[in-house]
């Protein structure tokens, strides 16, 4: 397992929003939980106000489920360009769901992935990424608290 702190993920940031600026999205779209945190920096960073979310459910704590669950699907009917945000594409079903059903109901959108950590053997790569996993990665905001439960 490999911790990943705030001090890494500032400097990501920084390294991902250069390349996402060239792009000039209309909008963020933060996959939740995952994204919510890389897509906040983010918007930031680019001076983008339009950041959405979207739920996704394909796993259980660290099991993997048969089913992918999309709702919560933000009207994306008056945007063209979004970048879809999530913290880690793993084996990419997820993503390519998210896609799916995205292009369906908005046909017209350019969309394009962002990511802190993908898997290269994942059925996607993102457009945008930074590190390659090669180990379950322990995200400073999946820390819990144990006195808060």
Not at 74 to 103: F, H
Not at 114 to 133: G, W
Not at 140 to 147: A, K, L, S, T
Request: net charge negative; charged share 30%.
């Amino acid at each position: 397992m490999r911790f990943y702190s705030y001090d890494e993920f500032k400097i990501d940031v920084n390294f991902l929003s250069k390349q996402i600026r060239e792009y000039k999205p209309d909008v963020i779209l933060a996959v939740a939980r995952g994204g919510m945190t890389l897509g906040h920096f983010l918007a930031e960073a680019l001076e983008l106000r339009d950041l959405y979310s979207i739920n996704s459910i394909h796993y259980e704590e660290t099991k993997k489920l048969d089913t992918i669950d999309i709702f919560n699907i933000p009207d994306l009917s008056k945007v063209k360009k979004v970048v879809i945000v999530d913290d880690i594409i793993d084996s990419g079903e997820t993503m390519i769901e998210i896609k799916k059903v995205l292009s369906n109901k908005f046909p017209h959108l350019d969309l394009k992935v962002a990511t802190i950590y993908y898997k290269e053997k994942a059925l996607i790569i993102p457009d945008y990424k930074v590190r390659e996993a090669n180990e379950w990665i322990e995200f400073f905001w999946d820390f819990q608290i144990d006195n808060l439960k």
